[in-house]
């Protein structure tokens, strides 16, 4: 069994930065692809980013180029980098395994506005 506790987002204004964490418990980690997801207010959550067990990654074409997604194994731990935001980035963000068959964790409000 894998839990999440994602950490790291806030109030930012358009064009701003953050970067979340997902700390994941259980030893089986390292195997498992994992994604960030996100759901907006009234829309379906939706996977952004996916990483491979190894490094290999893959985004969304509405956050290509300006979010980065990566893991460090030794910390049970995946990360999302978020350039460039845009008020249209705002959502709950969470992470899971891909596909999603994990259950969620409370995610991490990101909200991007003037």
């Known amino acids: 069994q894998v839990a999440f506790v994602e950490s790291g987002g806030g109030l930012v204004q358009p064009g701003g930065s953050l970067r979340l964490s997902c700390a994941a418990s259980?030893?089986?980690?390292?195997?498992?692809?994992m994604g960030w997801y996100r759901q907006a207010p009234g829309k379906q959550r939706e996977l952004v980013a996916r990483?491979?067990?190894?490094?290999?990654?893959n985004y969304a074409d509405s956050v290509k180029g300006r979010f980065t997604v990566s893991r460090d194994n030794a910390k049970n731990t995946v990360y999302l980098q978020m350039n460039s935001l845009k008020p249209e980035d705002t959502a709950v963000y969470y992470c899971?395994?891909?596909?999603?068959?994990?259950?969620w964790g409370q995610g991490t409000q990101v909200t991007v506005s003037s």
């Open positions: 259980g030893s089986i980690f390292r195997f498992y692809a």
């Open positions: 990483v491979s067990s190894g490094t290999t990654t």
């Open positions: 899971n395994v891909v596909p999603a068959t994990a259950g």
